[in-house]
């Protein structure tokens, strides 16, 4: 997963990018990138690490002009420093061309293949390098054009922003799998993967980037270009709301905190218990925990407390406990715990390692019966379009039942959150890409299906 | 305000400083130092940061032996980088002596100055440098006879760990102003700022370290030493229940999180309102705000979200609106706030220029009436005993009246939690120090009196 | 100017490449880059400033494989920090590439808007970057014929080295413009800029690369591959005798040092003169220095110290006078100086600043009379085969007579070497590019003839 | 050994200091301090590595003030980082005290001790610490008194800059042992270690300060204070003149490249031999080379090429040779070499570890016969006054004989300057420490009579 902003219009642009990255940081943390566009010149920095760390005042007042892009990566997948990391900024015929890109193309080694095969040269292994490929190879007239046809060659999951000299391109995928929105500043525009990031730089939300469409700025105006076509299955991913966005965010056009708060209540409507408290563990899962407890009258309790300091690169051996990266993170409020029977809230259960280690640090705290309730299906099959998950052996919801997955937990009960309840509570008949709870793939797995490997992703 | 932790038995005691340290990481970020002693010798590194950030694997290992000190600074105050951080590390007549101190000496600069006439040379501002030369010049005939002379000297806050050699002394000063707890280890012992660093690295908590008593580990053996006497009225810091200690941690005797609710549901009953929902500032006042909720029976909220990537050194001055940096830490989520009549339970107002920007967000996010709690009463004077406060001009409550400040800060309704009912909360009848909220200064000011300088403390 | 070196054989050919480019070092400071070659996958690292400081244990632990390149760059040109350094590694269809690069391209810019108009991606401004994608594009059906085909379009100064998985091309361009020689490892082959990397790595010179030949190294084996062609009158630059090589290296069947003291001979016999003592601007001057003193009688002396701790970018504005370059890199022993004729004998001559300043400071040790001798000919035309020189009207030879540049160095007389008196004093007859000191240009000037702009070089 | 250097009056008197250090850093390249005192207040920054990449714009702009201390310093010795590097700054009853010491105490672990019993913290290892603590401690009125009386206690070798608030001291050692020059400004003074400093700042040398001198300058005036008398014989360190000293430098009276000259040629006289071509070990024996080339009529030549890029922490233990460390630094010129009888000129034979790879490198280069000259005598003895030399048993020439220290360094022979042609060669009749070739120490050896052990010295 990735975060990606794109800026149009004003005097400092890379500033209101650095805020916008700030904002989406949650999205990732591996690399950040900022790339400021001045009379067609782009001038590019990135970082390893939070963007609050690698870009410095004097940093920032290189990167000038009235354009810019910026990208938060989350995957470490490619390796190799900072090639794989964006924007990627590349010189063509018609001038400097950047991409960010937030998602994961499913026919990027089949074309990948066949522009190596025509000599093309690439740097990176990351999927995003074949968009830019496409682009430059194009024999369309004009930059619109070459967008266009470069576009619709790809398959599966992008929401992309693209500078070419001082334009700025903002397209999404047909199915519409990642999130894409639009905001008005008073001298221009700002494209953001979330609209925690309009709310930084005080943009005004104006609506998302629909499925298949093409947007291009130039010169202070909004110009709608041909689109590649609506998918009949529109995708949003609803990953996003279970776990990946910030509360504050609009996605999908649900508020995401609503979002969660309802999951938490039909959580209570389909697996009530007998407790004493209901906890989240933090942050992930606090709206979902407010809302069982709402729903269920439970009450809500602050049981975790949460360790905001850890590092990225903290590893003693010596200290390698089996909870110890689930101790190091969270710390229990014995008294809160200790003799009640408790209900936990977690947002997914993915691998199921981080949450057997808090049921033992909760049952160390005394409590006398754990509960664990899960806001959401369980995960049993990988993602082909830009979320970062372990292969189908990790996933314990593709190993394990729900029974047997209770024994491991050592929880008392364990109940899950349906599909048809998650649908439910989120505004109803609208199709969602469900795939890592239903393995209902909609975009074809071009690569996959022949048999290639599949490329690091954002 | 100031976090330290000592260790003494286990064979990487460092290592358990390291997490120590973590753990107690809110007590302190602006630089982080640990020493370890190995055959009487002390090897020392002090960062500047964070003390995953400063202390890789690499210099760990450079840190061996059974004992250890560490310390996490919170003030920037003496500057010059490095020089006040602390251990202080020297060698002296009995060998290699390193100190850690958390709080703020009262006479310093009245000791400093006759060390001073005496030809002692200091390096550093700090005030917990008098302290190592009181011992060095001491003509007692051993350690701990040099270490009791010299503690006897000292007016004011201190929670003192000291190794001389591979001896460990752990101290408090008589009225027992700054916490400091002793745990057990399998093989050794740890003694911290708070029970939360005991519970990192799995050490039993023991007990408190009493006011006026001095404790010394060899050979992991626990030794207590004559004392430096009990004052007549013990004054354990109100502020650290209030504000600086963490949730999960005991201290005087009480979880955090659970006085914090009480002083929430006394604020509750002080201050009713007519409101639709209550929310914290996050994370600080979340137990307060939880138990103004459980008392008034208005719903509980999660309305701020907090950004947690904020740096250090973040100041880019095109963006110097007011309210700017309120606007990076917490972002409202506007479905839950819009047309509500909403309850912001704060934990203390000092400035109050973060509050001022707080409710100015709340009310852009579509509040319909805005009532503002605080957990606390009024901060009226400043701390001697190693708070960090701004000077009383500083302090909103200094100056203004609860009305003024109710308009200042744009309120419908503003309620203090009262001194009587703070008191009330918290175990009954208990002496505690409450200068900040009172200006009852227990400990005499020596320095002050006299009117020399106040200095850099911890 | 650049160092290239390349290792074939031995088990950490990297080592041997570092220690190449640490021989190489005077020929570029600006960068250093080595890429190692292991099954087939390159591993690449570059930095900025010396091989020394840049490639530490680790780094170079991480550089495995039998097959290494490295690079040291001189020029700035390009800027942009690293984007422009070498080794160029790239994926395309036939696997992994590498490629070194000393000299001038001066078609590069026609083939690369050929290749842009083809939808080429490209990264950098240097214009090494062309000749990969020649190779990648070539329809040919294996990497030695892409190779040729590639190489045969250039036109200019290439000493080239490339890997292509673990297979290694040297090759030079028809003229020999730059020098490349090859030397014999006990387990394999090493091919450098000069003998001086040689000798470092303990390799046996063998011979140079001819001009237009290619050659390739396999599985140890040495493979003569269809050549370029050489041209009617091959080129080598004799800059390299007079100023830029090691003179402890051999280039062009000569060692250096011996041309350099027959210029200085020569240069005794063209422009005599009655002083009391002659010595050199270290380190440059001091084989013509002395070779002068040989041929004149005139005692040589050590009278300018040099100092070799200058440090890149030493720029404080307030010592600003102007000779402060000058006085920072050399000082005069007095004693030598003072009341004496003295004879400054320099390597060359070209923009004349240097010079200027150094003179200040030797008329102000006393010298009675400055006699400046010159062991090469006015510098009059620019380079367009890969020496970095400033434009036309910064040459000082360019601008100015002999009798005006002696006036404006303000010394008693000034003589410069003769063409004819060069050349007469390396190996007689043989043909050498002078373009620089004639104006002769042998390599058509493509891009320049087309107006178009001469690229960065190295 | 050290370099320091003292400025007062000019209005940016670090950018003196900073240039002075530059010219000095041959006198110590392991760290750099520069101290600069504004209105009494001193502002220090130490750092690792040369003066020029420790100290850039931003970090001169801190250092304002009239008055500056620098320090480069040699030894690794006492290790630690920068706890023993210089200038030392404290603050005592008087002010803000600085120092930078060049040399060597005899008695300063005995001085230690009795500090130490009196409750004196020392934070570092390095001897010169000792004498902050004499000056603090004196009860003497004033500050004049209290470094009179200080400096009274003192044996052994001391070159010292110290400043006080804002007045600056100089003083040496009765005996004289480390050299220490007045130089005057337009505006004021500056005090250095050779004339080389002097010459760069583009100061009038005045002087040298005089054995057991202490002089005080104030407010642009220049006051001599009571002195620490003078030895009845005066130690001037003649190795200052045989190897320490930059060539360009005056020291004890002389230009050191005419000492060396003349030491040459007398050495030339002493050890006559029939060859082809004498050359040096660059730079350090170029003078003495040119010296016995002059004397015996012998051509000197440049046959050891030196590469000056050698960083400070290169180890590559793969390439451990035996003559690595060598061949890393020089290359021979092989034509130069091949088939003649050469003469090698070194300054002097330490260790001899070098020569003997150096040795073996021109034999390789093909050299007929090899005729080794050291233009000082033996040395046989340590040095105890600041001159950092291995024990008595690394001593090549205290643990062998003359014949078989050639047959060791596998010479045609060997020729050492005798003590008495090398005493004739420099200002007849004056007294030298001579301590490391004879054996004959001035100054009292307190601390090594009394069995302590020697400190880390500067």
Redesign the interface.
Known sequence: MCGIVGVSGPE?AA?LA??GL??L??RG?EAAGICAVEDGQARLRREDG????GF??AA?QELRGRVALGHTRYSTAGGEGLVNAQPI?????SGELALVHNGNLTNAQSLREEL????????ATVDSEVI??LI???RRANPDEQVHEALSRLTGAFSLLITIGDTLYAARDPWGYRPLVLGRLPDGWVLASET?AL??VRAEFVREVEPGEVLKIQDGELIPLPGLGRAARVQPCIFELVYFA???SKVWGE?V??ARREFGRQLAREHPVEADCVFSVPDSS??AA?GFS?ESGI????AL?R?????R???????AGRDFRV??KY??????IEGKRVVVVDDSLVRGTTSQGLVSLIREAGAKEVHFRVASPPVRSPCFYGIDMPTREELIGARLSVEEIRRKLDVDSLGYLSLEGMLGAVNGGRPFCTACFSGDYEAPLVDLERGLPVQAHC
């Open positions: 400092h500033e650095f805020l700030y904002a940081q949650h943390q939070l963007v609050m760390e410095d005042d920032m900024v590349v010189r063509y015929h190596v095969r025509e000599g093309a040269l690439f740097r830019v490929h430059a190879r194009s925690c709310d930084l910030r509360p504050d508020t905190d609503r606090n709206s407010l709402e009450p809500f309790e602050l407390i360790n905001h300091y850890v590092g690169t903290f590893i003693h051996p010596t200290q101790r190091i710390n229990p409020v014995r008294e809160v």
